[in-house]
């Protein structure tokens, strides 16, 4: 197959060239407005679990949210024409079904404890849009600087501009950047080869994601996780495939053999570079959450694209640029610093490996620390005006700000009021429970009782209430609701799919591994030190993030922990990057073994013809993917940190002293494979030609 992309394009590079340009084109007219058509609602919750259910249950019969999902701050005391004046504005708006304001000369929660503000909170009708709803009252109230918009669904809207706002900014920084780093490492025309292929597969992902969200409503967050991969696989890509091409011509190879050298090897390479990096992405495909389902298709997209562009575009662009491109200088195999990296490496395995696992460990030591944290108004910049509202409640409105509301939905028949009284009496008794309300029968064989708590819903004694109440007995089915329900249905979804996704992430790196190098010790080696390139990049994440630490250099606040689905967007993404790089590498080893070198020769050779080549391309891969880290959102800029570490740690500390230290002490069992997969790697023809 790569053999007939060859000669297609050297036959026909003008076609293929102007098609590409048709593509980049047509792509950024269709995949240009995507970032304003994903809309995915609830996107961090389990749609199947009890939470969700009850949650979903009680909307649809009271035709309301269980909890008021807007608050107006209002700078004036209750009672006010200011405060009635907004009650009654958000009240006309077609998607309000209730309003509540303070009550004049009487104490509420919804009073400071000044008494010079006030909360009008708004519940939101049962299954409207709550981005158009948030925006209605955002209209209704422009103009207005005595009320400020806050709540949980003021505050996801504004999360979802926050993140294409920081997408925008992540573009007009990146494409520089990796210009100026292009034009450093090529110097001359070539530097613009892996720019172009990365503009297409950010904007061929953008259109074949646009295809996916008219079947599956996708979160806009993935878009942001779409530049950041995709810029920085398809600049690594063609930063390979143009360097290999300008190896071969220093060689003295005419063009037409250069371009069928270049695809044969590194075009192969990069098949299954993005095979691995798709699949470690898919695995968060499993998990029932909408975030990470998009995040997910955005990654394993991106990566196979990438390849795509790389792969389609620039053998056309090598062979019109030809001689224009330059010539490398000739590597050699033998006397180069990476090659004596390598071999001194190799004369010390042991010391060598067990002080770099060390240092790995110690770098991963925090991660067991690791706490969990949701999603609300403190990932967003202190500016955000729901952010305002969330620091405003913490400091002047205590009856508001903490606690958590808990509903309960009751499935009995009519008849069992006092059953369901007796429930609520021992649901009162309960420790940690401050208010219950009357049963109230909402349906045919449905009753609602809302609980108030005075425990944050992510803390450990707001977990606790929370197992309490479902354990408590009742007078028939119950699904309980709130936010500390679903933070704990959260956790549990992904305890128990966690390991399906592991197992699948294994066996599918294993097999592609496999097929690329016939070895079955190299993929569970490959295995190892990407588990632990992530454990050092999670405790480099909870040293900074959780503990609360550079938060003047990194513009963000502290959450107390790391939300945990951005916590497996950050390991999938770890695991695919540190694989890429693996990839090739062993190419590199294999090739030179396959010629005729010896196990811990060819190791050296691998590492002097790759050192140079991948030191730059992780560091155009690690400016892409950090990126994320000038998010204004929290969570966004996490996994921009993390992978930013990840990236360097796994190209300088892994490649550079890991990979050789434990090859050298493997010998040649690193290319064991049985018997019987040796012969049926021979006859799948998958070794490189």
Not at 102 to 112: D, E, F, I, N, Q
Request: hydrophobic letters at 55%.
């Amino acid at each position: 197959m790569l053999s007939s992309l060859a000669d297609l394009a050297y036959r026909h590079p003008r076609r293929m060239a102007v098609g590409s340009l048709l593509v980049f084109v047509v792509a950024g007219v269709l995949g240009g407005p995507a970032a304003g058509l994903f809309k995915a609602q609830n996107a961090f919750a389990d749609p199947h679990s009890a939470s969700a259910r009850a949650e979903a249950l009680l909307q649809r019969l009271t035709g309301r949210e269980i909890s008021p999902g807007v608050l107006v701050l209002v700078a004036a005391p209750p009672g006010s024409a200011a405060v009635a004046s907004v009650s009654r504005a958000v009240a006309r708006q077609p998607d309000v079904a209730a309003v509540a304001a303070p009550p004049a000369g009487r104490p509420s929660p919804l009073v400071s404890t000044d008494g010079r503000s006030s909360v009008v909170a708004a519940s939101l009708r049962s299954g409207d849009d709550t981005n158009t709803a948030v925006s209605q009252i955002e209209a209704a109230l422009q103009g207005r600087h005595d009320v400020t918009l806050g709540g949980a669904d003021v505050a996801n809207q504004q999360v979802g501009k926050q993140a294409l706002t920081d997408l925008a900014l992540a573009e007009a920084l990146a494409f520089p950047l990796l210009a100026i780093l292009a034009v450093l490492i090529f110097r001359g025309v070539a530097a613009l080869l892996p720019l172009a292929a990365g503009g297409l597969s950010v904007l061929g992902a953008f259109v074949v994601l646009r295809v996916v969200n008219t079947f599956l409503s996708l979160s806009v967050f993935a878009l942001n996780l779409v530049i950041a991969v995709g810029l920085g696989l398809a600049v690594d890509y063609s930063l390979f495939l143009v360097w290999r091409f300008r190896e071969e011509l220093s060689r003295g190879a005419e063009v037409s053999e250069a371009l069928h050298t270049t695809l044969r090897s590194t075009g192969r390479t990069v098949v299954f570079s993005a095979l691995t990096v798709a699949a470690a992405m898919a695995t968060l495909t499993v998990f029932p959450q909408r975030f990470l389902i998009s995040m997910g298709l955005g990654g394993a997209i991106v990566a196979l694209v990438s390849a795509a562009s790389a792969l389609l575009m620039i053998p056309a662009l090598l062979v019109l640029l030809g001689p224009r491109l330059g010539k490398t200088k000739v590597i050699a195999d033998r006397g180069g610093r990476w090659y004596r990296l390598a071999s001194f490496v190799m004369r010390w395995p042991w010391p060598v490996a067990i002080a770099t696992v060390a240092v790995l460990v110690v770098a991963a030591s925090p991660s067991p620390g690791v706490r969990w944290s949701g999603i609300n108004a403190t990932v967003l910049p202190q500016s955000r005006s729901a952010r305002v509202v969330q620091d405003t409640l913490a400091r002047e409105f205590p009856g508001l700000h903490a606690g958590q509301a808990i509903a309960v939905a009751v499935s009995a028949p009519p008849g069992a009021r006092a059953a369901l009284e007796r429930y609520a009496g021992r649901l009162r008794a309960l420790p940690g429970i401050a208010a219950v309300s009357v049963p109230i029968r909402v349906g045919p064989d449905t009753w609602y009782i809302k609980l108030a708590s005075p425990s944050d819903a992510i803390s450990a004694a707001g977990q606790r209430v929370i197992a309490a109440v479902r354990a408590a007995p009742a007078p028939g089915p119950v699904l309980v609701g709130g936010p500390a329900a679903d933070f704990a249905d959260l956790q549990s979804s992904i305890a128990n799919t966690a390991p399906l996704a592991l197992a699948i992430l294994a066996l599918v790196t294993v097999l592609v591994l496999w097929l690329m190098t016939g070895s079955v010790i190299l993929p569970f080696k490959t295995l190892l030190m990407n588990l632990l390139t992530a454990a050092a990049a999670t405790g480099i994440l909870v040293f900074i993030f959780q503990d609360g630490r550079l938060t003047g250099l990194l513009a963000y606040t502290s959450q107390g922990g790391i939300e945990e689905t951005d916590f497996l967007v950050l390991a999938a993404v770890v695991f695919a990057l540190s694989t890429d790089y693996g990839v090739f590498l062993l190419s590199r080893i294999k090739e030179a073994r396959d010629a005729g070198a010896g196990d811990r020769e060819a190791v050296a050779v691998g590492l002097e013809r790759t050192g140079r080549l991948v030191t730059a391309a992780s560091i155009m891969l690690a400016v892409a993917i950090g990126a994320f880290a000038t998010s204004k959102v929290v969570f966004l800029k996490e996994v921009g940190v993390g992978a930013f570490c990840a990236v360097l740690i796994d190209a300088f500390i892994v490649r550079a002293l890991l990979v050789p230290s434990l090859m050298a002490l493997l010998g040649r069992w690193n290319w064991w494979s049985p018997a019987p997969l040796a012969r049926l790697h021979s006859r799948l023809h998958m070794a490189e030609t």
